[in-house]
Every structure is written in C-alpha cells, then in structure tokens.
C-alpha cells in the first residue's frame, strides 16, 4: 500500500517536472516561433504590397510625415494668409486667437523650437534725382515706394544648424536689366563656341557610366555624373549639341531613357523609390554643360527637401 502510494506520488512528481518544463521553456519558445513566423509573413506581405503600388502609380504619392495633420484647418485658424510676412511683431505671423486650437498651438511650438523668426526695417534715404529713378522703377505706386524707404527684412534663424535665411521682398521687384547682347546672339555664339569640344558630343570617349551600364536608344543615351550628389545618380542627354534645335522626338527619347534607368535602378536596390529628375539649361540656368542634359536621380525615405510638394 505504502508502495503504490509512493509509486503514484513519483509519476506525479514525474509529470508535474515535465509539465512544467513544457509550461516554462518550451511553450513560450513554440508561440514565440509561430509569432515569428505570422511578423516574417506580415512584412513580407507589406514589402509586397509596396511593391504592388509602386508598379501601379501613375504619378508618384505625395510624402506626407503625418497624413492625419489637416493643412486646411491649419490654414483656416492659425497662420496669417499673406503674401510678406508683418513687420515687427512676431505675433502677427500667426492669427489673433490661435490659442483656442490644438492644431495650432502644437505645431507653431515646434516651430518656434526650432527656428526663430524676426522682422526688421532698414530706413534708405534717396537724393532726389536717384529717388525719381526708384518710383519709376515701381511704376510710381506710393505704397511701394514707401516700403523702399522703409524695408522689411526678414530673418529667420535655425536654432540647431545656424541656417540663416535673410530675405527683403522689394528686392524681388527690382527690374530685370535687360541683357548685353540680343538672346538669339548669345544663343547662337554659345553653340558655336561650346560644340567644338564638347565632351557630351563624344559621349563614348568622353562621359562615364554607371553600374547600370551605358542605355542608349535613337537620340539619346545615358552618362553617369562624374561628380554625383546621390548614390543613383544618372544623366540623360540627346546626342545633339544644340538646346534651341532640340525635337519632341530627341525629348522624348531622352525622358524614355531616363523613365528606363529609374526602373532598372530600382530594381537594382527597391529601397530606393524616390525619382526626380533635374534640368538645368545653359549657364546662367546653373549648367556646367551648355549641351542638353538632365539629372535623375532615385533617393530612399522620400524625395529632396521640397520637392515633394511640387508634386
Ligand atoms: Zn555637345
Ligand atoms: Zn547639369
């Protein structure tokens, strides 16, 4: 009897040591495994998803940090809607009671956290003879001239990296001076001047190429920067020297190359979704090349700074 009670109480014992192995040890490893297994297949399935609707855009989707951040509401209660910013007081960047909403308060404190915002007049004093000048030059609007005498200016600090933008809107209407020579001169002597020996008429000795290699199709063809600014990096360019001559047929083969090479790139390496392609014309347009080129490029997170809202 004592025996058999012994002997049960051992299998108990027996059962209960494995139980709670099993309890302890190998349960938590087992769902562990299985909610392993159920993430690996839900990143997948996004993965695949982004995949999906990248193949489908038409255009490409506007980045947006926080979707659910409601701009009209913004728009509506906080900001002023003007054309120059108030002079002096800050305040009066934002509406009068922009206090009452949420929205407002959170996102101009983080404004304000990061940049500083002030306003100041420099006072400009005209002999009469120049003062005449100036009020033709604002088509004799009293209130523009009396802005030249008293000027805005605006400064606005970045608290972190020191940027400083410093802006006075009258300089945006000073007149364009009219160019030395007439444009089609100019024209004419840049082609002439710059196709003798130009390194992107003889792009097969003279450009380099990419790991995508060299594309080329009927009037056009593919170079890579010799100084990139991002890691995909490409030119695309017709193979005729002369902007003012350029078809809709060298264009276009030129954009088919470059909508070619955004894919090829993205295939390449699918973190990079970004494309964006950059035109520069002629040096005073910022060029280093008077023959036709543009830049694409193909970055990962999301496009260049503001870009993205000229989408
Ligand atoms: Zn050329
Ligand atoms: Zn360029």
Redesign the pocket.
């Known amino acids: 009897m004592m025996t058999k009670l012994f002997e049960s109480k051992k299998k108990c014992l027996i059962v209960g040591v494995i139980s709670g192995i099993f309890l302890t040890i190998l349960l938590p490893q087992l769902l562990n495994k299985n909610k392993w297994e159920k993430n690996k297949q839900q990143t997948y399935h996004v993965n695949k998803k982004n995949e999906h609707d990248f193949a489908e855009y038409s255009q490409w989707p506007p980045f947006l940090t926080d979707p659910t951040f409601d701009l009209t509401l913004w728009r509506k209660h906080c900001w002023i809607n003007q054309v120059s910013l108030p002079s002096q007081d800050p305040q009066l960047y934002y509406k009068k009671n922009y206090t009452a909403y949420t929205v407002c308060k959170d996102v101009i404190s983080l404004i304000n956290s990061i940049y500083n915002m002030k306003t100041n007049i420099a006072k400009v004093e005209y002999p009469e003879i120049f003062a005449q000048k100036i009020r033709k030059i604002f088509n004799y609007d009293n209130t523009l001239y009396a802005k030249a005498l008293q000027q805005e200016l605006y400064f606005v600090i970045n608290k972190y990296t020191f940027e400083h933008t410093v802006y006075n809107p009258l300089r945006g209407r000073r007149p364009v001076q009219s160019p030395e020579v007439p444009v089609e001169q100019y024209l004419n002597e840049t082609m002439e001047k710059?196709?003798k020996n130009?390194d992107?008429?003889n792009y097969q000795n003279m450009t380099a190429i990419d790991s995508l290699g060299r594309m080329e199709n009927r009037y056009a063809y593919s170079a890579a920067n010799a100084f990139k600014f991002d890691q995909w990096h490409s030119m695309f360019m017709p193979k005729q020297?002369d902007i003012t001559k350029l078809t809709f047929e060298e264009l276009k083969d030129v954009l088919t190359l470059a909508w070619k090479w955004f894919q090829a790139a993205h295939k390449e390496s699918p973190l990079h979704r970004f494309p964006t392609i950059l035109w520069d014309s002629l040096p005073h347009g910022g060029a280093s090349q008077?023959?036709p080129h543009i830049h694409a490029t193909l970055h990962s997170d999301h496009y260049y700074g503001s870009i993205k809202y000229l989408i």
Request: charged share 0%; net charge neutral; proline share 0%.
């Open positions: 710059t196709s130009c992107l008429c020297h008077v023959h």
